[in-house]
C-alpha cells in the first residue's frame, strides 16, 4: 500500500508561482509512475503531468512551459513547480501513483489551489 500527501497549495495572484509537494511512503518512490491531476468545481479531473521512474516526463498542452514536474526518490517526494499562474488554474491538485503509465491506483487527499486575479 503507498500513501501520498499533497501539500503547498494555497492563495497567488495572477502570475505567482507555487510548489506543490507529495511525499509517498509504503513503498520506494523509484519504483512509482507519477501523476499530478487537478480538479476544478464542476469539471472533470485532468492530467498534468506525469514523470517516469527513467525520468520521461508528460506534460498536459495548457501548462506547458510553465509547470515542472520533478522527483526526488532519496525524499521519496514528487514536486510540481508552478509558474505564471492564472486564474484558470485554480482547482484541488492530486498527486496519483501507479507502477505504470496511465495507471492511477493510489490518490493523495488532494491540496487547493487558488489563483486571484
Known amino acids: 500500500q503507498v500513501q501520498l500527501v499533497e501539500s503547498g497549495g494555497g492563495l497567488v495572484q495572477a502570475g505567482g508561482s507555487l510548489r506543490l509537494s507529495c511525499a509517498a511512503s509504503?513503498?520506494?518512490?523509484?519504483?512509482?509512475?507519477m501523476n499530478w491531476f487537478r480538479q476544478a468545481p464542476g469539471q472533470e479531473r485532468e492530467l498534468l503531468a506525469a514523470i517516469s521512474s527513467s525520468l520521461n516526463t508528460y506534460y498536459r498542452d495548457s501548462v506547458k512551459g510553465r509547470f515542472t514536474i520533478s522527483r526526488d526518490n532519496a525524499k521519496n517526494t514528487v514536486y510540481l513547480q508552478m509558474n505564471s499562474l492564472k486564474p484558470e488554474d485554480t482547482a484541488v491538485y492530486y498527486c496519483?501513483?501507479?507502477?505504470?503509465?496511465?495507471?492511477?491506483?493510489?490518490w493523495g487527499q488532494g491540496t487547493q489551489v487558488t489563483v486571484s486575479s
Open positions: 509504503g513503498r520506494p518512490l523509484s519504483m512509482l509512475h
Open positions: 496519483a501513483a501507479g507502477v505504470g503509465p496511465n495507471v492511477y491506483k493510489y
